[in-house]
């Protein structure tokens, strides 16, 4: 048995309203509400499992064909297309998901039919969910149908399939060509409108209608939608009051601003505390400072007290330094104290200490404060100059002396010489390139530093001893100061060796005009781009350039990729020429089918583990922490995390990004954000939702997965139906919370058990 959102809702508002609970006994309120919290999302957990395990009820060889179809990016009538018919309706709910998992456009018209018409609400859901994976406006107006069918009326529709209708909207309303842009606003309005209804429903809203609701404004960004956000700041429903926040600090609005000082200080959920707080530092909020500084030296949740110095940064009010300054010199000292000899150790304090250098470099920009930059000096030692965020810190709160600091000593410019770990110098690289926005208050000062730090970025760039890992951030710093002669520069970083390195250098001629001698250079790299063996990256840059290029040799460059064998560069190419010319068929050429590295046993193999327990203990630096993975709802993704586990491809690699509030993500063999297993993988986009300690595999764009996830801290429901789910953390989020940029994975291990 499940409880329903509806229900919940109306069990909170018992407890809510009911005069049987004094207003005098919060403690026992809360207590009596956090039960039935952990009441209905156990049981609400209980349920996603049922629903993805229903997965294992449908024949085997069904199952492999419409997983196989989903791998290849496969839609034919007579094939995935005819199980939309199908008389299981498990078998049509999951054929449905497929559909929009591949994303042709053809599948749209018999998804609206099931949307509108199939006697089983499961299905309708999986409809509505798979017309917003297409993104195409031809389902619009039917999942406008559905959303207007309240559950209280003659026409009823369900409040399951309703929630993925206007979650639906809000994904094709975000996609739609500037050429639609009234569309777009028309459905805007109407998700507008639906948030206001549901807020009027009180005491018993529609939870999910309410949650995928936010996250579609936020995807739309619809005029005047501030006042429908802010309302839900005063919701009983912890979540719900952390999602408004969250929407309002991503859209930058500056609505609800006194409910949001009321929750930063008083609300008892940490992730409604954070997200207020980054809510308020979005809208620049100067009454909120006091609060502010308050929870980013005195919260009990690093989450919170991360989002808060994040706010303060953005207010820019110097008051902030003396407290941050101790609370960042009482940090450094347990870092310090927790590394020991171990200078190579990254405690868990490196996390906060990185946000209290950043804020600092805001706060005190092109001030020289002295007891700012003797913070900044000891916390860069003490990482051995390895952080962007403390290099550039330093830089902005004294542009003039930065080149005149540890390390370059005198090194003419040449940090590569000194031996630095590659992650020194395009830490300092990163530095450097920010110097390029320097304000203008001091032209001669402002004028000297850039000129010294183009000197510097050049020597380099031409250090042989420059590891080749930083040399992507020394060609971005360089291109940031816009040198004359940086079309040169860029075209020879084109015959570079490392696919990265050309990559880069492609993506910069997006900001340079056009010119002959370019589109040549370009055009030259393309067919070795396309030979690169282990990624692909070089090849999809150089295609954008090219068509930045706009001249009928650049077309006729692009055209031969149309041949190329990696799906993902086809792909890009018909898209480049559809876009210029809309003869040509790109569409048909964007839904081909893939030659995918798996073969029957394979997807044998992979859904062989429906039913199980699947589980992965991740080894790390900081200990361990336990991931159930999701066979039924990803399993393709999860096969080769399990492949690649097994063979021990993750051990000691790092994770070599970490967010604080945000994610910690690893998995990639360079360890700068660019490496993979040297294939892509197709997503398997499900309706897991990115709670607390969900598993996703991390993104360039659709299908371009391979070896990199990563962990939420909180939950981020921005990214629900555009990343894969694939697991989610049973166990040790202590450990994903205190793990570090540069923490090794050890191992790790896979067990495969029947499910009790």
């Known amino acids: 048995m499940t409880t329903s959102s509806a229900e919940f809702s109306e069990l909170m508002s018992m407890i809510t309203h009911s005069q049987i609970i004094p207003r005098r006994a919060p403690a026992l309120l809360i207590s009596l509400a956090?039960?039935?919290?952990?009441?209905?999302?156990?049981?609400?957990?209980?349920?996603?499992?049922?629903?993805?395990?229903?997965?294992?009820?449908?024949?085997?060889?069904?199952?492999?064909?419409?997983?196989?179809?989903?791998?290849?990016?496969?839609?034919?009538?007579?094939?995935?297309?005819?199980?939309l018919n199908d008389r299981d309706a498990r078998v049509r709910e999951r054929a449905a998901l497929a559909a929009g998992r591949i994303g042709d456009e053809r599948a749209v018209a018999p998804l609206v039919k099931l949307l509108e018409a199939d006697a089983d609400e499961s299905v309708r859901a999986s409809a509505a969910f798979a017309i917003g994976e297409i993104e195409s406006g031809q389902g619009a107006d039917a999942l406008l149908a559905a959303l207007s069918r309240k559950a209280d009326g003659t026409d009823a529709q369900s409040v399951k399939v309703r929630a993925r209708a206007i979650e639906a909207l809000g994904k094709i309303a975000a996609a739609l060509p500037k050429a639609e842009e009234a569309r777009a606003r028309?459905?805007?309005?109407?998700?507008?409108?639906?948030?206001?209804?549901?807020?009027?429903?009180?005491?018993?809203?529609?939870?999910?209608?309410?949650?995928?609701?936010?996250?579609?404004?936020?995807?739309?960004?619809?005029?005047?939608?501030?006042?429908?956000?802010?309302?839900?700041?005063?919701?009983?429903?912890?979540?719900?009051?952390?999602?408004?926040?969250?929407?309002?600090?991503?859209?930058?609005?500056?609505?609800?601003?006194?409910?949001?000082?009321?929750?930063?200080?008083?609300?008892?959920?940490?992730?409604?505390?954070?997200?207020?707080?980054?809510?308020?530092?979005?809208?620049?909020?100067?009454?909120?400072?006091?609060?502010?500084?308050?929870?980013?030296?005195?919260?009990?949740?690093?989450?919170?007290?991360?989002?808060?110095?994040?706010?303060?940064?953005?207010?820019?009010?110097?008051?902030?330094?003396?407290?941050?300054?101790?609370?960042?010199?009482?940090?450094?000292?347990?870092?310090?104290?927790?590394?020991?000899?171990?200078?190579?150790?990254?405690?868990?304090?490196?996390?906060?200490?990185?946000?209290?250098?950043?804020?600092?470099?805001?706060?005190?920009?092109?001030?020289?404060?002295?007891?700012?930059?003797?913070?900044?000096?000891?916390?860069?030692?003490?990482?051995?100059?390895?952080?962007?965020?403390?290099?550039?810190?330093?830089?902005?709160?004294?542009?003039?002396?930065?080149?005149?600091?540890?390390?370059?000593?005198?090194?003419?410019?040449?940090?590569?010489?000194?031996?630095?770990?590659?992650?020194?110098?395009?830490?300092i690289a990163q530095a450097l390139g920010d110097l390029a926005m320097l304000p203008a208050a001091d032209r001669s000062a402002a004028a000297?530093?850039?000129?010294?730090?183009?000197?510097?970025?050049?020597?380099?760039?031409?250090?042989?001893?420059?590891?080749?890992?930083?040399?992507?951030?020394?060609?971005?710093?360089?291109?940031?100061?816009?040198?004359?002669?940086?079309?040169?520069?860029?075209?020879?970083?084109?015959?570079?060796?490392?696919?990265?390195?050309?990559?880069?250098?492609?993506?910069?001629?997006?900001?340079?005009?056009?010119?002959?001698?370019?589109?040549?250079?370009?055009?030259?790299?393309?067919?070795?781009?396309?030979?690169?063996?282990?990624?692909?990256?070089?090849?999809?840059?150089?295609?954008?350039?090219?068509?930045k290029q706009k001249t009928p040799a650049a077309l006729d460059a692009i055209k031969t990729a149309l041949d190329s064998t990696d799906y993902l560069i086809r792909r890009r190419a018909a898209a480049l020429l559809h876009a210029v010319d809309p003869a040509n068929d790109g569409k048909a050429l964007r839904v081909e089918t893939v030659a995918t590295r798996n073969r029957p046993a394979d997807y044998t193999r992979a859904l062989a583990r429906m039913g199980k327990q699947v589980l992965a203990v991740v080894n790390t630096d900081k200990g361990a922490f336990t991931i159930e993975l999701l066979p039924e709802a990803a399993p393709l993704n999860v096969d080769n995390f399990v492949q690649l586990a097994q063979r021990g491809f993750f051990n000691n690699i790092t994770f070599h990004r970490i967010v604080p509030n945000f994610v910690i993500q690893g998995g990639d063999p360079r360890g700068d954000g660019n490496g993979g297993p040297g294939y892509q993988i197709r997503c398997e986009i499900n309706e897991v939702p990115y709670a607390r300690g969900a598993v996703g595999m991390a993104l360039s764009g659709k299908d371009t997965g391979g070896s990199q996830w990563f962990v939420t801290h909180a939950p981020q429901p921005h990214l629900d139906g555009g990343y894969t789910v694939f697991g989610h953390v049973i166990k040790g989020m202590e450990i994903v919370d205190a793990i570090a940029r540069g923490d090794r994975i050890r191992s790790i291990t896979i067990t495969e058990t029947a499910r009790r």
Not at 62 to 69: D, F, G, K, P
Not at 238 to 261: C, F, H, M, P, Y
């Open 34 to 83: 956090g039960v039935l919290c952990l009441f209905f999302f156990t049981h609400e957990a209980a349920g996603q499992r049922s629903r993805a395990g229903s997965a294992r009820a449908i024949a085997s060889d069904t199952l492999l064909q419409i997983v196989r179809a989903e791998d290849e990016r496969r839609f034919e009538t007579n094939d995935l297309g005819a199980l």
């Open 186 to 427: 028309s459905i805007g309005e109407t998700l507008v409108a639906t948030l206001n209804a549901e807020a009027r429903r009180r005491p018993v809203p529609d939870r999910d209608i309410i949650l995928l609701g936010l996250t579609a404004v936020l995807r739309v960004r619809p005029a005047n939608v501030g006042p429908a956000v802010a309302q839900f700041l005063g919701f009983f429903d912890s979540r719900i009051r952390a999602d408004a926040a969250n929407t309002l600090a991503r859209l930058r609005l500056k609505d609800g601003v006194d409910a949001l000082r009321r929750l930063l200080v008083s609300d008892m959920d940490a992730v409604v505390r954070a997200n207020a707080a980054r809510a308020l530092g979005a809208a620049e909020d100067k009454a909120a400072f006091e609060a502010l500084l308050d929870r980013s030296v005195k919260d009990t949740d690093e989450r919170v007290r991360v989002s808060s110095i994040r706010a303060l940064a953005a207010l820019k009010d110097t008051r902030a330094t003396g407290p941050l300054l101790k609370r960042g010199s009482t940090l450094l000292g347990a870092y310090r104290a927790a590394q020991g000899t171990n200078t190579s150790a990254r405690p868990a304090q490196l996390n906060e200490l990185l946000e209290i250098a950043t804020a600092l470099g805001r706060i005190q920009a092109n001030t020289s404060d002295r007891v700012t930059l003797d913070f900044l000096r000891a916390f860069r030692a003490a990482v051995q100059w390895t952080a962007p965020e403390a290099e550039i810190a330093f830089a902005r709160a004294a542009p003039a002396s930065y080149l005149r600091e540890k390390p370059f000593d005198n090194l003419l410019f040449r940090p590569g010489a000194s031996n630095l770990p590659w992650q020194s110098a395009s830490a």
């Open 448 to 547: 000297n530093a850039q000129a010294d730090a183009q000197k510097a970025l050049r020597a380099l760039l031409n250090d042989p001893t420059t590891p080749v890992l930083a040399v992507p951030d020394v060609i971005t710093a360089l291109a940031a100061h816009k040198p004359n002669d940086l079309a040169a520069v860029l075209r020879a970083q084109l015959k570079a060796p490392d696919v990265i390195v050309r990559a880069t250098a492609a993506m910069q001629f997006a900001e340079l005009p056009p010119d002959t001698e370019t589109s040549r250079a370009l055009a030259e790299a393309l067919p070795v781009a396309m030979r690169d063996e282990q990624l692909n990256d070089a090849a999809l840059a150089i295609l954008d350039a090219l068509a």
